[in-house]
């Protein structure tokens, strides 16, 4: 009798073990996914802050072109006798104008190809990436296009 008590007493402290693992198992894959929830949570912000940063500053970029026709046309047809500068030359901001929606539809493209990130395979996120630095590539000639007409400005009306 006492060696079935043993036996018995032995079957229950190793079910208890199993249960105490299981137990301590899932505490652990619920930290872990919290965790891994938080990350999301993190990178989805970030994403949300680069692609806000990148409008903000386009944006800008833009307002900023559309100073420059104004400037390329005042400039172009004041003083009425001796301009500063030539009234042609107001195709310059326009262009960049022009070359700044290009970049507005191609962004919307991207997002558009983004929006299936779900079923993407390693090529395709590598494609995304290439898009991205395409992107910001011609947002940067962009603003040195912008910048470079308004040195050319300066240079004309001093």
């Not at 032995?10 to 693992?21: F, P, R």
């Not at 022009?98 to 970049?103: A, H, L, Q, T």
């Amino acid at each position: 009798m006492e060696n079935e008590a043993i036996k018995l007493l032995q079957e229950i402290n190793k079910t208890l073990n199993e249960i105490n693992a299981r137990e301590q198992t899932s505490e652990i894959m619920e930290e872990t996914n919290k965790l891994f929830d938080k990350s999301d949570r993190r990178v989805e912000y970030a994403t949300n802050q680069i692609q806000n940063t990148f409008d903000r500053v386009h944006d800008k970029i833009f307002n900023f072109n559309n100073i420059l026709i104004g400037a390329f046309l005042v400039l172009g047809t004041f003083p009425n006798d001796a301009p500063h500068v030539k009234l042609w030359t107001i195709i310059f901001p326009i262009l960049n104008m022009v070359f700044m929606i290009y970049i507005d539809i191609n962004q919307m493209e991207i997002h558009r190809y983004a929006a299936g990130e779900q079923e993407w395979n390693d090529v395709e996120r590598e494609a995304y990436g290439k898009k991205i630095e395409k992107q910001t590539r011609l947002s940067m000639l962009s603003l040195f296009l912008s910048v470079g007409c308004l040195i050319y400005l300066i240079i004309k009306v001093v």
